[in-house]
Nanobody, 125 residues
Framework: QVQLVESGGGLVQAGGSLRLSCAAS????????MGWFRQAPGKEREFVAR????????YYANSVEDRFTISRDNNKNTVFLQMDSLKPEDTAVYYCAADYDGSGDRRSRSQYYWWGQGTQVSVSS
């Protein structure tokens, strides 16, 4: 079992930055790919970013490319999402998720087996 706990959300003005963390426990996550998703009110949960387990290859949604950066520290069993140049449309609950298949461009929610409870990010205009 993998337990995931997100932190770092909050309220920020447009153009500002936040850094989300996802602390994992239960098993080492070094072999897993880790992803971030978000869900705005009334909308489907959508893919934001992914980092592979072994190659550390990263993938991003077009809407956050060049503004967000996903990274991981396997020694700390933690994944991060650095969010810069935030926009009001980035407002959502952000979820961390773990994919047992550690490699490849996998963006579907159904491909991720373990999920955190989410952290709220609100961006004011």
């Amino acid at each position: 079992q993998v337990q995931l706990v997100e932190s770092g959300g909050g309220l920020v003005q447009a153009g500002g930055s936040l850094r989300l963390s996802c602390a994992a426990s239960g098993v080492p996550i070094r072999r897993f790919a880790m992803g971030w998703f978000r869900q705005a009110p009334g909308k489907e949960r959508e893919f934001v970013a992914r980092i592979d387990g072994s190659t550390i290859t990263t993938y991003y949604a077009n809407s956050v490319e060049d503004r967000f950066t996903i990274s991981r520290d396997n020694n700390k069993n933690t994944v991060f999402l650095q969010m810069d140049s935030l926009k009001p449309e980035d407002t959502a609950v952000y979820y961390c998720a773990a994919d047992y298949d550690g490699s490849g461009d996998r963006r579907s929610r159904s491909q991720y087996y373990w999920w955190g409870q989410g952290t709220q990010v609100s961006v004011s205009s």
